[in-house]
């Protein structure tokens, strides 16, 4: 019957090159046969992975923040569309899902040609949409320009 254990009748080299069964060793000195992973590679893995997921969740902040700010635009243009249409007030504000939008209208010179030639029925409107969130953080202008006959 084998002694070693290992079933190789104490004469195979072990993997870490001693002969198995030629003396007793002391539990320091046994050959490591187990697989597994160190202490060091477990904590180098841990900290990639703790690095990892802070990269990934800043850029999910940073892509709602973009967001934010689109939708912000897109609801400042639409405004300025539909105040810019109707013409009746001068300034005026609109509070929508807490961010407060205020715009200011102003009718500019009529424009020159090429010649200096000045064109009095064509009058230029600039609107100009202003908002912020209530923390301030955010904030944003659009502004909108368009020409109307004036007959």
């Not at 990269?55 to 967001?67: G, M, S």
């Amino acid at each position: 019957m084998n002694t070693d254990g290992h079933g190789c009748g104490g004469l195979a080299p072990h993997k870490c090159g001693t002969a198995c069964g030629l003396a007793r060793r002391s539990p320091d000195t046994l050959c490591r046969d187990e697989g597994g992973f160190t202490l060091i590679e477990v904590m180098a893995a841990v900290a990639i992975l703790s690095v990892s997921v802070v990269i990934i969740f800043h850029a999910l902040a940073v892509c709602i923040d973009a967001r934010i700010m689109t939708e912000n635009y897109n609801r400042a243009t639409a405004l300025a569309i539909e105040e810019i249409q109707y013409l009746d007030k001068p300034s005026g504000d609109e509070t929508i899902n807490n961010i407060k939008f205020a715009w200011t209208l102003d009718k500019e010179a009529p424009p020159t040609g090429e010649s200096g030639q000045e064109y009095p029925a064509l009058q230029e409107l600039s609107l100009i949409m202003e908002w912020s969130n209530p923390d301030g953080r955010r904030k944003g202008q659009v502004t909108l320009k368009t020409y109307i006959l004036e007959e």
